[in-house]
């Protein structure tokens, strides 16, 4: 495995994210932001957080899986919310959830969560990029 993922003594250990990745791999993998958008371009999700995420994430494993890596490759994720608000944590989780049974994966990783006013698209309400390290 390419990446490890640590909560190193003397900061928080959250459940749902990880301080840090040690990354020792030979191939980094950069991924564009990835949206509510399927295969063919389609909107999926519309007005619905929690499925916009599970999309954005089965992206990020649809484009690794294509340079020869996987979401288990993943060394950081930054999530990009519209009008981000604590109360949309439970549907960000169940989003992320059900990416990670589709995906067979522990999504937990270093993560940057940011509220942002808009994206690139009226009807996106979250975009997540990936950094990654393949063997």
Known sequence: ?????????????????????????????????????????????????????????????????????SFDDVAKLTVYVVDWTPDKMPLLGEGVSRAAAKLGVDPVKPITLLGVAALGEPDLLVEVEATAVID
């Open 1 to 69: 495995m390419a990446v490890t993922l640590i909560n190193p003594d003397g900061l928080p250990k959250p459940d749902v994210y990880r301080q840090l990745s040690v990354a020792t791999g030979s191939k980094l993998v950069f991924v564009a932001g990835q949206v509510a958008r399927d295969g063919e371009g389609r909107r999926v999700g519309e007005g619905d957080l929690a499925a916009q995420v599970e999309q954005a994430y089965l992206n990020i494993g649809t484009a690794l899986a294509g340079v020869g890596g």
